[in-house]
């Protein structure tokens, strides 16, 4: 069983809460619009983070990470972007990427909105964990722990930053 940490758009903004909600988990994923690399220096001292680059994202995030990764945790194929989308409004050429790589897993941010919807006709799961940040129109910062335990997702946790 893994343990994760999602978030998005932290725009440059660190909260020491990040800490007490990601300290048991197996790994962090960052969504995008990271806005600083101290952003994943710190992560990465809780654990093993896998992030993208956002559209706001310039200079040393801007190189050091890809626009979108696929990869493979616990038998489950998933796909990490910074624009996605969500069912029934996938960014361009999105749902033709989900199909052909059997994701079963997208996690985007850019919205600013949470969101974890099921798509019943792609069978998978979308995670939109909103904006951890402070940069932007929304009103509450949001990050996701999910847990996945052999091809299962077993729990799914929305928290809400004061």
Known sequence: MKKIGILSDTHGFWDSKYI???EDCDEIWHAGDIGDISIIEKLESICPVKAVKGNADFGEVARRFESMIIFEIENIKVLLTHIGGYPGKWAPNIK????ENSIKLIVDGHSHILKVIYDK???LLHVNPGAAGQQGWHKKRTLVRLDIDNSEFTKCEIIELA
């Open 20 to 22: 007490k909600y990601f």
């Open 96 to 99: 033709q990427l989900l199909k």
């Open 121 to 123: 006709e792609l069978d």
